[in-house]
C-alpha cells in the first residue's frame, strides 16, 4: 500500500484501477483509427468503445467478474505482511486489492470476442502488459503431418517496466520434415540506449502546459467507464466476500481468476 492504506481501504482495485487506467488501455487497443492524432479525434474513439461495452448483468458479475485480496506471503524472498495487517486498513476489511474481468466489446469489429482484465497488488512482480491472441486458422494444414494443434500467434506490448514489443509464432525447424518450435520477434526501447526514464505523472503535467487533452478523460468517458463498473460494485457491495484473504502476496492471484479462463479453454500469459 505504501503508506496509502487508508485511502485505498475505502476506494479498492476497481476504483483506483480498473475503471480508468486499465479501461484506458482497453480503448486504445479496441478504438477504430481515429481521424487524426489529435486529442478529440482520439477521445472520440475511446469512449466509443466504452459505450459498446456490453452491460453486467447481476448473474454475468457472479460468474464474470473475479475479486481477491491479499493473505501474508513473500515477495523476492521478503516476508510480507497480509493487507489487513498493513497500516490504517481494518483488520476485517472486505476491500478487493485483485479484480478481474472478463467483458465484451459490442460492435461489428469485436462482436463475440472476450477481452481479459486483470489488475492486483503484491502479485509476483510489478508488470503491465497488453496480450493480444489472434485467432487460429479455421483449417489446419498439417494434420497429415503429426501436428494436431499449433499455439495461436500473440501479439504483447510491454507498457511497464520495460517498454517493448513482442510476436510469439510458431516457425519450423530445419529439416525433412514438419516440426515446428515456438519462437519471438522482440523489439526493445531499451534497444535506442540510454533514455531518461520520466513517470506518467510527468507526461500528463507536460501534456497539461502545452494543452495536449489526448491522454485526458473526457466527461463521457468518465460517466461510460462507472456505468460499467457500477453494477459490479453494487452487487460486491451487497454480498460481501466471505474468503478473504484468498490469494498469497507473491503470487499471481486467486485461483478464481484462472478458472475464469479456463472455462473458455485459455489461461493467463505471463512473460519471462
Not at 27 to 33: C, N, S
Not at 129 to 149: A, K, S, Y
Not at 250 to 255: F, I, K
Amino acid at each position: 500500500m505504501e503508506g496509502r492504506g487508508g485511502y485505498y481501504d475505502k476506494t479498492g482495485v476497481m476504483r483506483d484501477m480498473i475503471q480508468n487506467h486499465m479501461f484506458q488501455l482497453l480503448t486504445l487497443v479496441a478504438m477504430e483509427p481515429p481521424i487524426s492524432f489529435q486529442g478529440e479525434g482520439v477521445r472520440n474513439e475511446k469512449v466509443k468503445v466504452l459505450d459498446a461495452i456490453r452491460p453486467f448483468q447481476p448473474e454475468d458479475i457472479l460468474r464474470n467478474a473475479v475479486r481477491g485480496q491479499y493473505g501474508a506471503g513473500t515477495i523476492h524472498n521478503n516476508p510480507v505482511p497480509a493487507y489487513r495487517s498493513e497500516p490504517n486498513v481494518a483488520r476485517d476489511s472486505k476491500t478487493e486489492t485483485y479484480a478481474a474481468l472478463k467483458l465484451f466489446v459490442d460492435n461489428w469489429r469485436w462482436a463475440g470476442i472476450p477481452f481479459y482484465l486483470r489488475s492486483g497488488k503484491r502479485l509476483t512482480r510489478r508488470d503491465t502488459e497488453i496480450v493480444i491472441q489472434f485467432n487460429r486458422p479455421p483449417l489446419m494444414f498439417f494434420r497429415q503431418t503429426g501436428i494436431e494443434d499449433i499455439e495461436s500467434n500473440r501479439l504483447i506490448i510491454h507498457v511497464q517496466p520495460d517498454e517493448g514489443i513482442r510476436i510469439q509464432m510458431a516457425a519450423k525447424l530445419p529439416g525433412p520434415t514438419i516440426q515446428l518450435k515456438a519462437v519471438e520477434l522482440q523489439f526493445s526501447y531499451k534497444d535506442f540506449g540510454q533514455q531518461m526514464e520520466a513517470t506518467g505523472y510527468e507526461r500528463l503535467l507536460y501534456d497539461c502546459m502545452t494543452g495536449d487533452s489526448t491522454l485526458f478523460h473526457r466527461e463521457d468517458m468518465v460517466e461510460a467507464a462507472w456505468r460499467i463498473v457500477t453494477p459490479i460494485l453494487d452487487v460486491w457491495g451487497s454480498l460481501p466476500a466471505r474468503d478473504f484473504p484468498n490469494y498469497a502476496a507473491g503470487t499471481w492471484g486467486p485461483s478464481a481468476a484462472d478458472e475464469l479462463l479456463q472455462r473458455d479453454g485459455r489461461r493467463w500469459i505471463l512473460s519471462e
